[in-house]
């Protein structure tokens, strides 16, 4: 029995990007050659219907990772400002060290109006928007952070964005 060869034609290879996606079984050679087409589960979609699911993206704005460094001492604090219409807050800390590192976030000054409170225990990470149901005004806000007794290890990050998808 004579073996089959696959050759695939420039039509078959799908370019992703500048880049080309090439599938494992095209250049293969096999006694037997199975009709991939026909088994596809690709789907795909028209430039002028819209549908909705995972694969949809939702056009969103960020502003970056405004803060975005290490967390040591006993206490600690950062400063960062939401611009107008960039309300929505997601804040990040790991907890790295021996000791629990209880958090803040405040707006106007480190002692202003308590806008979130919590907690992190060693080896935990804290990760969440702060704000899901109502996105907070711009100006200055303050994320303090203390550790009581042992001295904190980890990473602190926060981050805005115009809508809860970031």
């Known amino acids: 029995m004579k073996k089959k060869h696959l050759v695939a034609s420039a039509l078959a290879l799908g370019i992703i990007g500048g880049a080309v996606a090439v599938p494992n079984a095209i250049f293969a050679d096999s006694d037997t050659v ?23 993206i939702t056009p969103q704005a960020t502003d970056g990772q405004i803060v975005d460094r290490p967390v040591a001492g006993f206490n600690d604090s950062a400063d960062f400002d ?3 219409g960039y309300g ?3 804040l990040y800390l790991r ?3 021996d000791t629990t590192i209880s958090f803040t976030v405040n707006q106007g000054s480190v002692s202003g109006a308590e806008k979130y409170s919590g907690t992190v225990k060693p080896g935990k990470t804290f990760d969440e928007i702060l704000n899901k149901s109502k ?3 711009s100006g200055k806000f303050y994320v303090s952070l203390s550790s009581g007794s042992g001295s904190m290890s980890g990473k602190l990050g926060v981050r805005t964005s115009t809508n809860t998808n970031f």
Not at 34 to 49: E, L, P, R
Request: avoid cysteine; hydrophobic fraction near 25%; charged fraction near 15%.
């Open 82 to 84: 939401i611009k107008g």
């Open 88 to 90: 929505y807050v997601r």
């Open 135 to 137: 996105a907070w005004s």
């Open 34 to 56: 199975t009709d991939s087409a026909k088994t596809s589960t690709t789907a795909t979609q028209d430039a002028v219907t819209t549908t909705t699911g995972d694969h949809v």
């Open 95 to 97: 907890n790295t060290g």
